[in-house]
Nanobody, 122 residues
């Protein structure tokens, strides 16, 4: 059973960088052929894929967020991290990490984290 747990600040100021970590247990983030994604869901809106990092270390991003997004990993800790720069209140959302089987758009998800609410406010 794979488990994912998001962690990070729940409040970020506008123009700062949002940083979240997903800790994975029960499976390796380097295992073939999985993709480790970040999603978000703003209040009252649908879920949006942000990007992912592959078992190989390759990264894929939603085009509209690509200029502000960076996803990296620490294989020694079995963690992967999201950084979203220059945040605005429109980036307020519940952020989820997940495991899937598709490179683009986060398809084929079989495990989800519980999600963590991040509010962007001064």
């Amino acid at each position: 059973q794979v488990q994912l747990q998001e962690s990070g600040p729940g409040l970020v100021k506008p123009s700062q960088t949002l940083s979240l970590t997903c800790t994975v247990s029960g499976g390796s983030i380097t295992a073939n052929y999985y993709f480790w994604s970040w999603f978000r869901q703003p209040p009252g809106k649908g879920r949006e894929w942000i990007g992912n990092i592959a078992y190989s270390g390759s990264t894929y991003y939603e085009p509209s967020l690509k200029s502000r997004t960076s996803i990296s990993r620490d294989t020694s800790k079995n963690q992967f991290t999201l950084q979203l720069s220059s945040v605005t209140p429109e980036d307020t959302a519940t952020y989820y990490c997940a495991r899937g089987t598709a490179a683009r758009y986060g398809g084929g998800v079989d495990y989800w984290g519980k999600g963590t609410l991040v509010t962007v406010s001064s």
